[in-house]
């Protein structure tokens, strides 16, 4: 007798444990779910600056490692200073306008400025008309860009 019961005690708790583990599994999906959206949005905009600001870190090492060497002719440490003033000013930029954009009230946005074009990538599921010219307008007042060259792309 003492057997049986330890038999069916043991088969018992091998019932739940496998019913508590089926639970976990569907109450984490559930959960995970809900937040895949906004994880996504949140660890795109933060995703995008670590890797912009390492990359122009490494940049500004280039130029400086070349203003630094001996053997650089003149024509390369000019240039090399040239371009680490424009990767600043272009730095500055682009700080600015994210941050005129956030006080218009969007939640994140990132911007990218080229020779050619200026993109904005802002945190919203969709974007009104008004808040597209809201965009826009900081763009051209600050960047002196004119619209054919600015693209707005929402992301939630």
């Given at each position: 007798?003492?057997?049986?019961?330890?038999?069916i005690?043991?088969?018992?708790?091998?019932l739940?444990?496998?019913?508590?583990?089926?639970?976990?599994?569907?109450?984490?999906?559930?959960?995970?779910?809900?937040?895949?959206?906004?994880?996504?949005?949140?660890?795109?905009?933060?995703?995008?600056?670590?890797?912009?600001?390492?990359?122009?870190?490494?940049?500004?090492?280039?130029?400086?490692a070349?203003?630094?060497?001996?053997?650089?002719s003149?024509e390369?440490i000019?240039n090399?200073?040239?371009?680490?003033?424009?990767?600043?000013?272009?730095?500055?930029?682009?700080?600015?306008?994210?941050?005129?954009?956030?006080?218009?009230?969007?939640?994140?946005?990132?911007?990218?400025?080229?020779?050619?074009?200026?993109?904005?990538?802002?945190?919203?599921?969709?974007?009104?008309?008004?808040?597209?010219?809201q965009?826009?307008?900081v763009?051209?007042?600050?960047?002196?860009?004119?619209?054919?060259?600015?693209?707005?792309?929402?992301?939630?």
């Amino acid at each position: 007798m003492k057997k049986r019961t330890k038999i069916i005690i043991i088969t018992v708790m091998i019932l739940l444990l496998g019913v508590t583990g089926y639970l976990n599994v569907m109450l984490n999906n559930s959960v995970s779910k809900k937040s895949e959206t906004a994880t996504t949005s949140a660890s795109y905009f933060s995703t995008y600056r670590s890797t912009r600001e390492s990359t122009r870190d490494q940049e500004m090492l280039y130029y400086d490692a070349i203003i630094a060497n001996e053997t650089s002719s003149v024509e390369a440490i000019n240039n090399a200073e040239a371009s680490k003033l424009a990767l600043i000013k272009q730095m500055e930029q682009e700080l600015v306008v994210e941050g005129l954009i956030k006080a218009k009230g969007f939640a994140d946005c990132i911007i990218t400025i080229s020779d050619t074009n200026v993109n904005a990538v802002v945190k919203a599921k969709e974007l009104t008309s008004t808040e597209v010219a809201q965009i826009v307008a900081v763009i051209q007042s600050q960047l002196l860009t004119s619209i054919e060259n600015i693209k707005i792309i929402p992301v939630e």
